[in-house]
């Protein structure tokens, strides 16, 4: 399973964000890919609203980013300041980076 660092928006309207994060990663799975989403996973303990917790958290999923084979922005709402952040880091890293749209492509009952 190829491992892929997964980026969609966060902030703003989180609840509809983490719907969309969650589908992203449905999809990913559907593909036969291992996605890893930091900003579902550190959201659960540190505070997005805090900028030092943030900043750790963005921090600690770049360290996860290092072993992915490439970076999958799900772009159907946008590129927030922190997706943009995560794709720096995959160009400059020098992964792949492929750029995705789910509401066409993902059941919203879940994998397939």
Partial sequence: MERVVVESPYAGDVEENVEYAILACIDCLNRGESPYASHLFFTQFL?????????????????????????????????????????????????EIEYRLIYANTPKDGIQ
Avoid: C, L
């Fill in 47 to 95: 505070d997005d609203t805090n900028p030092g917790e943030r900043k750790a958290g963005i921090e600690a999923g770049f360290a996860w980013g290092d072993v992915a084979s490439k970076t999958v922005v799900y772009a159907d709402n946008g590129v927030s300041d922190g997706m943009k952040a995560g794709i720096t880091r995959a160009r400059q890293a020098g992964q």
